[in-house]
């Protein structure tokens, strides 16, 4: 069964950075394609950040670009997502989602290409 654990969550101010991690596990499983999203309250799931396993191709919403980095750990399979200079609006909890096969750019940032999620981490930006 495939699981992605979320980590890195926290309480910070604002300016500050964060890491979260996404460790994917299954017997089987090969991520194709990893993304983050997320959720702040009132609103609806917004993408942040995709990678495409194969060839490391990134996607990134155009309001996290500037300060938002993917990355993966293939040995680990694992996906990071750094985030510096952090603002009270990017408050939200922040999922990271997977599927075994990879998608063109243009998908990427479209949650119904993804077959697996993390139960989700609280990042929280506040002085």
């Known amino acids: 069964q495939v699981q992605l654990v979320e980590s890195g969550g926290g309480l910070v101010q604002p300016g500050e950075s964060l890491r979260l991690s996404c460790a994917t596990s299954?017997?089987?499983?090969?991520?194709?394609?990893v993304a983050w999203f997320r959720q702040a309250p009132g609103k609806e799931r917004e993408f942040v950040a995709g990678l495409r396993w194969s060839d490391r191709k990134k996607v990134y919403a155009d309001t996290a670009k500037d300060r938002v980095t993917i990355a993966r750990d293939n040995a680990k399979s694992t996906v990071y997502l750094q985030m510096n200079s952090l603002r009270p609006e990017d408050t939200a909890v922040y999922y990271c989602a997977a599927r075994p096969g990879g998608l063109i750019q243009s998908a990427i940032p479209d949650s119904r290409h993804y077959d697996y999620w993390g139960q989700g981490t609280q990042v929280t930006v506040s002085s």
């Open positions: 299954g017997p089987t499983f090969t991520p194709g394609t």
